[in-house]
């Protein structure tokens, strides 16, 4: 039982101080591109190490709550358009979903915080115009949140909107970076 406690208090100690960390990389050099790209889908991917009994979104589900999102914040910076001539953007996104304890031999099936690991390519034809990479995207949702997690509180699905919604925030802004 103190194994058990000792873990959580642990876990949500390393969760406060971590914080929101990422690695952005751009990889490819910048050459001309179109203002506006088209876009339509991510390709995502769901990981974890878990299977809880309590039924959260499905790889789909989040595959079109953040294409959606992505898709609203790119509209709104007139990023968006559906015109022929323009350069494509393929985003490709890794969603680790992380329980409390999942690291551990006595892992529960409430939520911790998600890390997200992605890529944006501006593409004309099949030739990478500008790249961009981020690599391990830890949410924080705050000092209350952070208590909820270490308390084992986040036990539905819709604490994962939360999470999508940031996240495709951070997308957005970084392939509009990304644009100019």
């Known amino acids: 039982m103190y194994k058990t406690i000792y873990t959580i208090l642990l876990l949500s100690l390393i969760s406060i101080l971590t914080g929101c960390g990422s690695s952005n990389t751009n990889v490819a050099p910048k050459l001309p591109i179109t ?7 991510i ?10 009994d309590i039924q959260y979104h499905t790889q789909q589900e989040l595959k079109e709550l953040l294409n959606q999102k992505i898709i ?3 509209k709104n910076e ?3 358009s559906t015109t022929n001539n323009l350069n494509d953007l393929k985003v490709v996104v890794n969603y680790s979903r992380r329980f409390l304890g999942d690291g551990t031999p006595l892992p529960s099936d409430s939520l911790a915080y ?3 690991t992605y890529s944006a390519d501006i593409l004309n034809a099949s030739k990478k115009l500008r790249s961009i990479k981020n690599k391990k995207i830890f949410y924080n949702g705050g000092m209350l949140m952070n208590a ?16 999508i919604d940031t996240f495709a925030k951070g997308i957005a802004e970084d392939i509009n970076k990304l644009m100019k």
């Open 78 to 80: 007139n990023l968006l």
């Open 43 to 52: 390709d995502f991917n769901l990981n974890q190490r878990v299977t809880p």
């Open 148 to 163: 909820q997690v270490a308390l084992g509180g986040l036990r539905d699905k819709k604490y994962e909107l939360e999470f």
């Open 35 to 41: 203002k506006q790209v088209r876009f339509t889908s």
């Open 114 to 116: 998600p890390e997200l």
């Open 72 to 74: 609203k914040y790119l």
